[in-house]
C-alpha cells in the first residue's frame, strides 16, 4: 500500500470517527444508556468482523489464535471500548470539536513514546509538530470559555 493510499485511508476513518460519535450519540439518547450504545456498536463490528475474517482466513485464524498469551482476547478489546467509550463521552460532554482534538493529541503523544520506545528516530519537526498539536487543544480548550 502506497503512502497516499495509507493516508487517505487514515483521513477516512478520522472522518468517519466523527460520524460514527454523533450517530452512537443519538442511539444513547434514543436508548437512554450509554452503554446500550456501546453494545450497538461493539455487536454490529463483532458480527461484520466475524464474517469477514472467516471468509478471508477461515477458522484456522482463530485456532492459531487461541494458541496465544490470554492477555491478547482481553486487552485490545478492552482498549477499544475504553476509546469507544471516552469518545461518546467527550462528544456528550465537551462536543466533537473538544473530544477529536483531545484525542488526536493524545494519540500523537503515546504514539511518539511508541516509536521512541521501538528504537524508530523521532525528528525535531515531529516534536515540534507535537508541541504545535498540544497547543492547538490548549486553544480549542480556551475557545469554549
Do not use: K
Amino acid at each position: 500500500m502506497t503512502l497516499l493510499v495509507t493516508l487517505l485511508l487514515l483521513a477516512t476513518a478520522g472522518t468517519a470517527l466523527v460520524l460514527q460519535n454523533a450517530l452512537m450519540l443519538e442511539a444513547r439518547t434514543v436508548s437512554g444508556s450509554i452503554w446500550v450504545a456501546l453494545w450497538l456498536n461493539s455487536a454490529v463490528g463483532l458480527v461484520v468482523l466475524s464474517v469477514t475474517a472467516l471468509a478471508v482466513d477461515g477458522p484456522e485464524a482463530f485456532a492459531r489464535l487461541a494458541t496465544g498469551r490470554w492477555w491478547l482476547f482481553l486487552v485490545p478489546g478492552l482498549l477499544g471500548t475504553l476509546f469507544v467509550f471516552a469518545s461518546l463521552t467527550g462528544y456528550a460532554q465537551v462536543g466533537a470539536t473538544l473530544t477529536i482534538s483531545a484525542l488526536v493529541a493524545s494519540q500523537v503523544v503515546a504514539g511518539l513514546g511508541f516509536d521512541t520506545l521501538r528504537g524508530t528516530t523521532v525528528a525535531p519537526a515531529q516534536i515540534l509538530g507535537l508541541v504545535l498539536l498540544v497547543a492547538g487543544v490548549a486553544l480549542v480548550v480556551g475557545a469554549r470559555n
